[in-house]
């Protein structure tokens, strides 16, 4: 059994769109289930431990990179070295596949009289890789998302209603894949707090920013991205459209 969680960087607004960052990505992190709760989960902990001397931290990019507390202690050059170091270690060893999409909002919002909403399409996206990967590996899986609000929460599990039902489809509402496909692999979508601390969650947050930052610009210098790169689902080494799907492209 795999379970691919969820975490997002940026916001899914057309609304409003932020010229600094106008990009919305959506990651999954998918973990073999058993050996998620055997092992990759305590290593999570153990590097809490090691640094806060507490597993009920949560890692969270814009606090990590921010140095808010508790990741104040970064602001000791040594401390800051060592964590990254062990963290970048971490984050290379454990045993996940990545895969992300990426909608590039205004882009998105000018190709389209009616742009679908960035989340549910990126959802889509995520989802159908899942599928691909599951029936690639002759496995089944679910879906761990971190619950937002109530409103926000039922929109999102209707939607992956709605594609578990009826298929997935191009934004013409064409449907390209169907539901009873979607429905051999995937079972369910689950939601959880912040406050039950999953770290499988934290390391898909971890993740969702340094994808972000590649679709913003791609010759930039991303360290972060190139410590992931190896764990997207590829093709050849080809990772665009296998585990990382841009749209527009």
Known sequence: MKVMFLDESGDHSLNKIDSQFPVFCLAGCIFDENEYYRDSDARIDAFKVKYFNDPSIILHSR???????PFNIL?????????????NFLMATLPFTVLASAIRKEDHKNQYVDPANPYILSLMFIVERFLYLLEETDEVGHISVESRDPKANTDLLSAFTDILNNGSYIPDKEYIISGDRFRRRIDEMAFVTKQQNENGHQIADLVAYPIA??????QRLNPAFEIIRPKFRSKAGEIMGYGLKVFPK
Do not use: A, G, Q, S
């Open 75 to 87: 602001l000791n050059p040594h401390t800051k070295h060592n964590f990254y170091k062990d963290l």
């Open 63 to 69: 606090e990590i990179r921010k140095c808010e507390p």
């Open 213 to 218: 930052k590649f679709v913003l610009d791609e």
